[in-house]
């Protein structure tokens, strides 16, 4: 059962801001922009209260004043994460509020749709995926014969396939793991994805949980798209 949740809101949207003069996208954190009437986040946000969930959101220096004052009715805890040193990073500042044996990951700036059921029935890892027409551009999920996961190959396939949002049920013990997840060379940051390989070494692979919808909302195009997407 998943009774804690951490979204991950503390990018400074950098694609989203990129080349535009929209008064709108430069001043406010893509996690807070509107589609439909709802902030992104919040859209996430509510669900997993209504559920019952504790959550925790992750935001930078900037932006935390900006979050606080735009979800000041609900009753979250805020996490600072000073430096953008990736994913994982962010997710390990949260340890402090973990307390429960399994917990739900997922991104501030992504739209989804799942069944609420498996917060109730999740008994170990879990990687939510999404099935795309074509997988050019993604990291595709590879499955064994069990329908675990076996690996992310990061933007070498093409054809139909399962995608990674960025949304899982982790174990508290990721924490304990965290220091084996390697920094990246190039950015210096340390990526969740890497928790797939580092479960199934130690004999604790995760299992699949699809999602009936989902949007990343990282550049003004993206969020053209959704907007228009949930009109409909």
Known sequence: MVRQAVILAGGKGKRMKKGTSD???????????????IPIIERNLKRLIENGLEVAIVVNQ???????????????????QDEALGTAHALNLARDFIKDDLFLVLMGDDIVEYDDHVLETAKSPTLFVYEVDNLDGYGAVMLDEKGKVVEIREKELTGPGLVNPGMYILPKSFFDMYDK???????????????????RESG??????????????????ELKIARERLKK
Not at 67 to 78: C, D, G, H, P, Q
């Open 62 to 80: 900037e932006t935390q004043g900006i979050f606080r004052e735009a979800l000041k009715s609900y009753n979250v805890k805020y996490i600072l």
């Open 204 to 221: 604790n692979p995760f299992d699949t949980q699809k999602l009936s919808l989902w949007m990343g909302v990282n550049t003004p195009e």
């Open 181 to 199: 997840i390697p920094v990246n060379p190039k950015t210096n940051e340390r990526y969740l994805t890497e928790v797939i390989r580092l479960f």
């Open 23 to 37: 008064p709108e996208l430069l001043s406010t954190p893509k996690q807070l922009l509107s589609v439909n009437g």
